[in-house]
């Protein structure tokens, strides 16, 4: 788990503001003794985890890709090849949404605004990361170089069939 208790709070007004502006539907699904909170999610979140990433091409159709996705201070962030199509969808529109799913235990659903970094001291930061994650830098993984993304995210809602099973790591158990 790498958020800080000020982004655990956030992640929590963003969960409690999601689901609040969410439809009958929604919430006959994901009622409040299906939901999880935001340090249930950070901890579960914690390591690699495939997305499903949603992009939009410029006639507005959508289209959907896998990514290793990290749950890092509270935002998915990824990376990819420079060359990929969808780094040119989130660079001319970067509305996007991602889903994780492990079958009917948990549901990650997140919708917000892409923001691509393929230079500067937060590429540095998000590349040791990846490289240490790894054990290899990424940079020498495609011939044209890896970006990274980040989602700032406008709406999440996470859905586990057993909230009472996933844990919550707390600072002690985090070694802050």
């Not at 249930?40 to 410029?58: F, I, P």
Request: negative net charge.
């Amino acid at each position: 788990m790498h958020e800080t208790d000020e982004e655990i709070a956030d992640l929590q007004r963003l969960l409690d503001a999601s689901i609040g502006r969410a439809n009958g539907h929604l919430t006959g699904i994901v009622t409040d003794d299906r939901r999880l909170d935001a340090r249930q999610l950070a901890t579960e979140l914690t390591g690699m985890k495939v997305l499903v990433l949603a992009t939009v091409t410029a006639r507005g159709e959508p289209r959907t890709s896998c990514v290793d996705g990290h749950f890092l201070h509270g935002r998915w962030l990824f990376g990819t090849a420079a060359t990929a199509i969808k780094v040119k969808h989130m660079r001319a529109r970067p509305a996007v949404s991602a889903t994780y799913v492990d079958g009917e235990r948990i549901g990650v659903f997140t919708h917000g605004t892409a923001q691509v970094v393929s230079e500067g001291p937060e590429f540095e930061e998000y590349n040791a990361y990846f490289t240490d994650y790894y054990g290899s830098d990424p940079q020498t993984w495609d011939e044209t170089g890896v970006v990274y993304a980040t989602i700032e995210p406008s709406w999440t809602v996470a859905y586990a069939s057993d909230p009472g099973s996933f844990p919550r790591q707390t600072d002690a158990d985090n070694g802050k």
